[in-house]
């Protein structure tokens, strides 16, 4: 039997099946509870308990099923090799810099696809939770990295790294990774944010090194948006447009390059 004939859990397919049965579970409780409240004026669907159970329900029973399939040591399904701490730094400002950077396309495609007013108010749900910004910074620095993490920087690229090239795996997990999101508007920052993470699993072999980079994104993201009025004072906002593209580039180039020095894997003696 040739190696190109030997299929590893999850391919292609496989990956899609779980990333599609992760969602219906999440459909199959949210749709009644939706149409519950919109005819009997419930709020059911935001409840504290029902998200909490819903999220490690539906996360618990994927992981299971991912694990039953794969058939390979947690260990191996979730690589988690020590890395260099320095490099926490340039991925930091590398997100930062890109985001300000995929804001221009953003403009772009909100020209040609703009968002209607529902779109914002569910975005904005994202970030708002009933414990206030401890609750949103629970939420989406802390569980959302960990658990989107486990499932296509683990799951799904440990299957996909041994079925196809290390680019295709790279690829697919980021597309996958940005489609999971159901959400044109978000999908060129998503989509960046995959293939980065991909890489830095690529190279390091670290699942904590992903958890900590997903977890400074969405960082960024919770504090632009909460203190916007702020930041949108300081030297940076209040300089022109080009010079804050011009700066974010090079910031953006200075910081891959660090990136891909500190993410080097150390040879060992004798091998």
Same mark, same amino acid.
Not at 12 to 19: D, E, F, M, P
Not at 135 to 155: D, N, Q, T
Not at 184 to 203: C, D, H, K, N, S
Not at 206 to 216: P, Q, R, T
């Given at each position: 039997?040739?190696?190109?004939?030997?299929?590893?859990?999850?391919?292609?397919?496989?990956?899609?099946?779980?990333?599609?049965?992760?969602?219906?579970?999440?459909?199959?409780?949210?749709?009644?509870?939706?149409?519950?409240?919109?005819?009997?004026?419930?709020?059911?669907?935001?409840?504290?308990?029902?998200?909490?159970?819903?999220?490690?329900?539906?996360?618990?029973?994927?992981?299971?099923?991912?694990?039953?399939?794969?058939?390979?040591?947690?260990?191996?399904?979730?690589?988690?090799?020590?890395?260099?701490?320095?490099? +926490?730094?340039?991925?930091?400002?590398? +997100?930062?810099?890109?985001?300000?950077?995929?804001?221009?396309?953003?403009?772009?495609?909100?020209?040609?696809?703009?968002?209607?007013? $529902?779109? $914002?108010?569910?975005?904005?749900?994202?970030?708002?939770?009933?414990?206030?910004?401890?609750?949103?910074? +629970?939420?989406?620095?802390?569980?959302?990295?960990?658990?989107?993490?486990?499932?296509?920087?683990?799951?799904?690229?440990?299957?996909?790294?041994?079925?196809?090239?290390?680019?295709?795996?790279?690829?697919?997990?980021?597309?996958?990774?940005?489609?999971?999101?159901?959400?044109?508007?978000?999908?060129?920052?998503?989509?960046?944010?995959?293939?980065?993470?991909?890489?830095?699993?690529?190279?390091?072999?670290?699942?904590?090194?992903?958890?900590?980079?997903?977890?400074?994104?969405?960082?960024?993201?919770?504090?632009?948006?909460?203190? $916007?009025?702020?930041?949108?004072?300081?030297?940076?906002?209040?300089?022109?447009?080009?010079?804050?593209?011009?700066?974010?580039?090079?910031?953006?180039?200075?910081?891959?390059?660090?990136?891909?020095?500190?993410?080097?894997?150390?040879?060992?003696?004798?091998?």
């Amino acid at each position: 039997m040739s190696k190109q004939q030997i299929k590893y859990y999850p391919t292609i397919l496989g990956a899609i099946h779980l990333v599609v049965l992760y969602i219906f579970i999440q459909t199959i409780i949210d749709f009644p509870l939706a149409l519950l409240d919109y005819y009997n004026g419930t709020d059911y669907l935001y409840h504290p308990v029902k998200k909490i159970i819903l999220g490690v329900g539906s996360t618990v029973f994927i992981f299971y099923f991912a694990f039953r399939k794969a058939k390979v040591p947690l260990k191996e399904l979730f690589p988690a090799k020590s890395f260099n701490f320095l490099i +926490l730094v340039p991925v930091l400002f590398f +997100l930062w810099a890109a985001q300000n950077l995929i804001g221009e396309v953003n403009i772009a495609l909100n020209k040609v696809l703009p968002p209607p007013a $529902w779109f $914002w108010e569910l975005f904005n749900k994202i970030f708002e939770s009933d414990y206030g910004m401890y609750g949103a910074f +629970l939420k989406v620095v802390i569980m959302a990295p960990v658990i989107e993490e486990l499932i296509f920087r683990g799951v799904i690229m440990h299957g996909l790294m041994r079925n196809y090239s290390k680019f295709t795996a790279v690829f697919i997990s980021a597309l996958m990774f940005a489609l999971w999101h159901l959400n044109p508007w978000q999908f060129p920052a998503t989509f960046i944010l995959g293939l980065v993470l991909g890489i830095l699993m690529l190279r390091t072999r670290s699942i904590y090194l992903c958890i900590i980079g997903h977890a400074i994104n969405n960082g960024l993201v919770l504090i632009s948006i909460e203190y $916007w009025d702020q930041l949108k004072e300081t030297v940076f906002f209040q300089s022109s447009r080009s010079n804050q593209l011009l700066i974010s580039a090079l910031i953006t180039i200075i910081s891959l390059t660090l990136i891909f020095l500190l993410s080097q894997q150390r040879k060992v003696k004798g091998n």
